[in-house]
Structure formats: structure tokens, C-alpha cells
């Protein structure tokens, strides 16, 4: 009696490690992969992030190298993005811009203002998240030609 009552014992304690190590799928909502290009007259843009914003759930991101091409990753080591609409977000990884409290002068501020802009000078619609695209299942590619 004791030896089946072991056996049970051993086999629920193994099938509940092999529920927890195979698990139910990652988990999460499904996602598709997300690549493209950032040009800005006609010249690629290095080191500007890109970031899919779903109406709810994680955003996903992406850094454009030399050549202008990002691919979004969902999380460390997931490449893609939710599916679904998302706002878009193209922006420069310049340093944030310091508290305008920061400051002595308005005009102080706005010169690093300015500076930053003219750095990368993306267009607005491309930084306010004004913008949407439909990520679908399968490769999906998003240039955006500034």
C-alpha cells in the first residue's frame, strides 16, 4: 500500500515538472516579425529608434544601423510585434532632453531644443504617435521615407 501510494506520489510530483517545464506556448499574444527602413531625404538614419505602440500590451522596438534597417523585437530575444493597429514612434537616441527647470533662461532651453531637433530632424507626425500601421500575420515591412 505505502509502494503505490509512493508511485502516485512520484507520478504526480513528474507530471507537474513536466507541465511546468513545457509550459502552455510562450505565453502572451501572438505576434509577427517587423522590419524596414528609415531614410530621411533619400539617406539612410543610424542609431534612431523605432516603436510600435498597441492600443493596449507591450510595445515593441527597434534600432536602425548603418544602413537604415531596424527589426522590432516584442522582448529580448522575440523578434516582432503584437498584432493588430499600433501608433508609431520614430525618434532620435540623443540623450533626453534636461528639465526645463534645469535652466536659467528660457532661451538656453530652447537652443538644446533646437540642437536636438536639428540632430534628427524628424518630421512631427513621426514622433507625436499620431500615426498608425497594421502589424498582420507573416513578414511585415514598414519603410518610412522622410
Excluded: W
Amino acid at each position: 500500500m505505502i509502494e503505490l501510494r509512493m508511485n502516485r506520489f512520484t507520478f504526480a510530483l513528474l507530471a507537474s515538472v513536466a507541465l511546468a517545464v513545457v509550459g502552455c506556448g510562450d505565453g502572451g499574444p501572438e505576434v509577427a516579425e517587423v522590419q524596414g527602413t528609415v531614410t530621411l531625404g533619400g539617406k539612410p538614419l543610424q542609431g534612431i529608434v523605432v516603436i510600435l505602440q498597441p492600443s493596449s500590451g507591450r510595445p515593441s522596438d527597434g534600432i536602425t544601423n548603418a544602413e537604415g534597417k531596424y527589426e522590432l523585437f516584442f522582448k529580448r530575444g522575440k523578434p516582432g510585434a503584437q498584432l493588430g493597429m499600433h501608433s508609431i514612434r520614430v525618434q532620435g537616441m540623443d540623450p533626453p532632453i534636461p528639465d526645463a527647470s534645469d535652466f536659467d533662461e528660457d532661451e538656453q532651453y530652447e537652443q538644446v531644443v533646437i540642437e536636438q531637433q536639428e540632430k534628427h530632424p524628424i518630421p512631427r507626425q513621426y514622433r507625436d504617435g499620431s500615426m498608425k500601421i497594421e502589424v498582420k500575420p507573416g513578414m511585415n515591412t514598414f519603410d518610412f521615407t522622410m
